[in-house]
């Protein structure tokens, strides 16, 4: 089992910056990627970003160029910088870490941008 502590949320206007981090516990080897995903209400999840192993990265085309994922391998810990923040960006934001190509979730943290 994983464990994911999601911290970092918060009300922000528009055109300012947040940083969400996932700290992973537990079972944390043989991990294959570490992501971000957004869920707004009435919409379904959707990828925010994604990172693999190997240090790839995968964006949203909404979020390319204004937000950054990284991990610190060291920590176990994912980072999703927020830039330039735009009210469509409110959402509950979901860690996810897959291991062993099965899927584990954070509890989730909401991130509010007003205009």
């Known amino acids: 089992q994983v464990q994911l502590v999601e911290s970092g949320g918060g009300l922000v206007q528009a055109g300012e910056s947040l940083t969400l981090s996932c700290a992973a516990s537990?079972?944390?080897?043989?991990?294959?990627?570490m992501g971000w995903y957004r869920q707004a209400p009435g919409k379904q999840r959707e990828l925010v970003a994604r990172i693999n192993s190997a240090g790839s990265t995968t964006y949203a085309d909404t979020v390319k160029g204004r937000f950054t994922i990284s991990r610190d391998n060291a920590k176990n810990t994912v980072y999703l910088q927020m830039n330039s923040l735009k009210p469509e960006d409110t959402a509950v934001y979901y860690c996810n870490v897959l291991r062993r190509w099965v899927g584990y979730w954070g509890q989730g943290t909401q991130v509010t941008v007003s205009s």
């Open positions: 537990g079972s944390i080897l043989s991990i294959n990627a």
